[in-house]
């Protein structure tokens, strides 16, 4: 049977013993100039971009949501496994047992699972225990990282560099939704075990972040942070 005759987007299968079949990749080069320009723009486009914890109960688009999600799943990928699964929940009683069972989890790590190092690590962030974000913002996105795959038959299959995968694909997340102007918080409850039971997924998937993704409420306030400068993260030899 000829392959991809129709105009049906080919789906994606693992690759995994496939041959390397290359096609040509010649992107038009863009011009320095130009180049420089986008830099600057993007640049200071991301310093814009803050993680707010007070949101607004207003809807957001949802394609702006799917299309942000999309360009979090172009990440690199270790062998291209592509190990994520993203969530999208907005079902506010999904929402409201997502919220329950972090809430649950926090108490227990601000009453002191934390320890004193870390509460004090956290108290200019002015973090606590209580999660509104996830029932005030309409939608969250609850990241999972796949850490293996099955094949058809069951039979279980490594996936590489599952954590920098997922983190990565996870950055480019968050920079998609604060280009295309939504705001976003990642919350990493621990232990994060119940998310899979909430939200019924796979035995080998394992929850990574909950994004709660919105607009800020109107009264929302961030930390006084400043950024370590240029100079202090980059090193050129
Ligand atoms: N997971 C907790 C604590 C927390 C930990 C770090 I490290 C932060 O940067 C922020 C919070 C919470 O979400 O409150």
Redesign the pocket.
């Known amino acids: 049977m000829p392959e991809n005759t129709t105009d049906a987007p080919q789906q994606w299968t693992p690759l995994h013993g496939t041959p390397y079949r290359p096609v040509p990749y010649h992107p038009e080069r863009m011009p320095a100039e130009e180049s420089l320009a986008h830099a600057e723009r993007l640049r200071q486009r991301m310093d814009e971009r803050r993680t707010v914890r007070r949101f607004s109960t207003d809807p957001v688009p949802g394609q702006v949501l799917r299309d942000a999600i999309a360009c979090a799943a172009t990440a690199p990928s270790g062998a291209h496994q592509q190990p994520w699964t993203f969530v999208l929940v907005k079902d506010p009683e999904v929402r409201r047992r997502i919220r329950e069972a ?1 809430e649950h ?2 108490k227990i ?2 009453d002191g699972r ?1 320890g004193e190092e ?1 509460l004090a ?2 108290r200019p ?1 002015g ?3 209580v ?1 509104a974000h996830m029932t005030d913002a309409p939608a969250l996105i609850v990241v999972f990282q796949q850490r293996y795959w099955l094949g058809e038959d069951g039979t279980r299959h490594k996936h590489y560099y599952v954590d920098e995968s997922v983190g990565i694909a996870v950055g480019m997340l968050l920079s998609a939704l604060h280009l295309s102007g939504l705001a976003a918080l ?5 232990p994060m075990r119940f998310l899979r039971e909430v939200l019924d997924r796979p035995e080998n998937e394992k929850a990574f972040a909950v994004i709660p993704v919105g607009y800020p409420a109107e009264d929302c306030e961030v930390p006084d942070l400043v950024r370590k400068s240029l100079d202090q993260v980059i090193v050129e030899v």
């Open positions: 972090a989890e926090e790590s601000y934390l870390w690590a956290l962030l973090t606590d225990a999660k990642i919350h990493t409850p621990s």
